[in-house]
């Protein structure tokens, strides 16, 4: 047994003891030459002992003068770094809430508890512990108590150069580690400037973020979906990286492809996976460039910040804008709505360099460990700036159901891996387009009665429907592209024909001038 641990096994007749030789020192020794006695003795004991002992106070910086109130970082880290080895080990326990936390309680050690480390074949103690300060407050005749809590490690002094370097950095990246994937983390929206000006509201609310989607219940082909895990996981591990290359520590992401492809479902599965809160950032509620970039600064580390329907929420096309702009005409010389034109002006007027700037700009860098998602319904209509390479790390396509995603769906509505009508059903996906979220619907059982196979004869029987009607959709296309055809064929040999009926007119003329002319010669 380790000297350290007969200390802590001895805690209250060391403490006794201490009390005892406090009490002589506080009654026959003034306080300068008592302060010399303590730092002299415990200099003496350390050259006996071989052992190093190190405290971990609560509270950063509570000298004598400054009774400081900021809980150490450092404290909290190590609390929740031996919490699963105190509850396994202790006998004296103590619950406390931590703020955020999915967990309901944390265990640590109650006071004089103490707990053996092992880390690299190196043993170490770990002893929590509480001293009493006397404080005399200057308007206050009573002195007061104040206890101090602290974590005392204690190892052999041929392992200081390792607790130094190494040990001590692993229990706090450790213990923050444990804390970032213990703590609820967040869906924040912004709220519309006008609030947040006017009345001093917060730029974001908050809710919990518990979307259950994962990677494992996203329907995709499994190729892209490792290629798109693969790239996030290097991502949140490219801190070093990042910094060596000189880049932003941050990704960008667009996701596009018809509604109901996943395109939500992935970025709720992306923030799981990443353990990441989201900012889903409502622009046209966003004022001007400015706003945009105060909205950015509030957003932490470790954040999704998404930007859903970015063709619906900013002018990005010519076309758009002029559309916009009838529009605008024509509500400008309403009658109804003129009344209320100038004080709503709803249009947003964030503009493309200012989303470019958000994304890309010195701002975009804050905090660190950022995603960017874009996410639109139709690519082709993004202005090239938005979306050239090197501003969007990684086009992500979100198409039509096939059978490897199917099969996905099959497994988590129906907990089937194959069934007999599998074939039938990969067949007709190879003919028609059907969105994952027409198939979901399919397959989620409408009551108890309904099994597997009732869903998967529903879904063949949703999508010969759909086949057919695409297959109506084409023939009726044909025919009027066929009818087209023939119209503009007719206004052509219409048009042929009077241009030759007007070309007959002029020659026609012509003679007749050049008739007269010879009469009149
Ligand atoms: N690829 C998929 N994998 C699993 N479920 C999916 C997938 N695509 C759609 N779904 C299901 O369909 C529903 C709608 O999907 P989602 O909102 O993610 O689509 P979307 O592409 O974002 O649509 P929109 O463009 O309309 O916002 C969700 O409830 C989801 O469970």
Known sequence: MMMAEIWSLGGSLQIATIVFLWKILENYFSGHLRRSIISYGTKLASLVSPYIYIKFPEFVGDSEEYVGVKRSDAYAAIETYLSGKSSREAKYLKAIDVKDSSQPVQLSMDENEGVTDEFEGIKLSWVAKKEYTITQQSFSFNPQMDEKRYYELTFHKSHRDFVNGTYINHVIQKGKAITVSNRQRKLYTNNPSQSWERYRARKWSHATFEHPKTFDTLAMESKKKLEIVNDLENFSKGKDYHKKIGKAWKRGYLLYGPPGTGKSSMIAAMA??????????????????????????????????????????????????????????????????????????????????????????????????????????????????????????????????????????????????????????????????????????????????????????????????????????????????????????????????????????VKENCVGVVKDNGATA
Not at 300 to 325: F, W, Y
Not at 486 to 491: A, L, P, R
Request: proline content about 2%; glycine content about 4%.
């Open 272 to 505: 799981n996976h990443l353990e990441y809160d989201i900012y889903d950032l409502e622009l046209t509620t966003v004022k001007n460039n400015t706003e945009l970039r105060k909205l950015l600064i509030e957003t932490t580390g470790k954040s999704i910040i998404v930007i859903e329907d970015i063709d619906c929420s900013l002018d990005l096309t010519g076309q758009r804008k002029k559309e916009k702009k009838k529009a605008k005409d024509e509500e400008a010389n309403n009658p109804i709505t003129k009344m209320t034109k100038g004080e709503e002006d709803s249009d947003s007027k964030v503009t493309l360099s200012g989303l470019l700037n958000f994304t890309d700009g010195l701002w975009s860098a804050i905090g660190g460990e950022k995603i960017f998602v874009f996410t639109t319904n139709y690519v082709e209509r993004l202005d090239p700036a938005l979306i050239r390479r090197g501003r969007m790390d990684m086009y992500i396509e979100l198409s039509y159901c096939g059978f490897e995603a199917f099969k996905v769906l099959a497994k988590n509505y129906l907990d089937i891996d194959s069934h007999p009508l599998f074939a039938t059903i990969g067949h007709l996906l190879e003919e028609t387009n059907i969105t994952p979220a027409e198939v979901a619907e399919k397959l989620m059982p409408k009551c108890m009665n309904e099994d597997a196979e009732t869903c998967l004869k529903k879904l063949i029987e949703a999508l010969e429907t759909a086949k057919d009607e695409a297959k109506m959709k084409a023939e009726e296309e044909a025919r009027l592209k066929v009818e087209t055809e023939e119209k503009e064929k007719q206004e052509d040999a219409l048009e042929d024909v009077k241009v030759d009926g007007s070309l007959a007119k």
